[in-house]
């Protein structure tokens, strides 16, 4: 098992940056990736970003040039670097690990709001 701890969503202005993070803890050895999702009001929960255990990172084309995701190992906690926000922005952000064992197992953090208006 695996718990995820986010933080550091909130309001924001247009133009403004956020830096959220989430910190995972239990059965870590076994995360394979780790990344952030978010969903908008009526909307379905889609990628953000993703960074893999071996480094491998990508993005949503939305947010290509924005948005910049990193970990420190040491710390087992994922950021999101969040900069240029725009409206379209806004919703919910999701932290996402997925594990290896037995097999393949997603994790969910229990979200943080983002709200990006003038």
């Known amino acids: 098992q695996v718990q995820l701890v986010e933080s550091g969503g909130g309001l924001v202005q247009p133009g403004g940056s956020l830096r959220p993070s989430c910190a995972a803890s239990?059965?870590?050895?076994?995360?394979?990736?780790m990344g952030w999702y978010r969903q908008a009001p009526g909307k379905e929960r889609d990628l953000v970003a993703r960074?893999?255990?071996?480094?491998?990172?990508n993005y949503a084309d939305s947010v290509k040039g924005r948005f910049t995701i990193s970990r420190d190992t040491a710390k087992n906690t994922v950021y999101l670097q969040m900069n240029s926000l725009k409206p379209e922005d806004t919703a919910v952000y999701y932290c996402?690990?997925?594990?290896?064992?037995?097999?393949?197992?997603?994790?969910w953090g229990q979200g943080t709001h983002v709200t990006v208006s003038s």
């Open positions: 996402h690990t997925q594990t290896l064992t037995t097999g393949l197992i997603s994790y």
């Open positions: 239990g059965s870590i050895f076994s995360i394979i990736s």
């Open positions: 960074i893999t255990s071996a480094g491998n990172i």
